[in-house]
């Protein structure tokens, strides 16, 4: 039954009316929008495509910003902290001052580019190819 099918289908693609057929077909598949932009605003004629909303936005903006100016300066104390006394530079506090550095590292490549990605088309990479 399958291949009565598909030879079926195969000989009417193959008579020179149907050709016709498809191709203004395909001409006429690009009148038909099937996507619906209309719930995001356009700004001077361009469209943005949808965007996550203000209540998302806003409150992880905020949190990313608090918690990036926090860590870095944190992480920037612990070092200078451990190399300025000799009295704090002991093996647990060499490491302490590794997992610091680490955490800076961290915070100043994973944090903008969380910032960039809430602020941006959803599933989209702004950040170029490199990162």
Request: glycine share 4%.
């Amino acid at each position: 039954m399958v291949s009565t099918t598909v030879q079926t289908i195969l000989d009417n693609l193959t008579s020179p009316d149907n050709w016709t057929l498809a191709i203004g077909a395909a001409e006429n598949a690009s009148l038909l929008n099937l996507t619906n932009s209309s719930f995001v605003p356009k700004i001077n004629g361009f469209d943005d495509g949808p965007q996550f909303p203000a209540y998302i936005r806003t409150p992880s903006m905020v949190l990313c910003s608090i918690i990036l100016c926090i860590g870095v300066l944190g992480n920037i104390m612990v070092p200078c902290v451990i190399l300025k006394s000799k009295d704090m530079r002991n093996s647990t506090n060499i490491f302490l001052m590794n997992l610091s550095i680490a955490d800076l590292m961290v915070l100043l490549v994973c944090t903008p580019t969380v910032l960039v990605e809430v602020n941006s088309k959803p599933e989209t990479w702004q950040m170029g190819e490199h990162m």
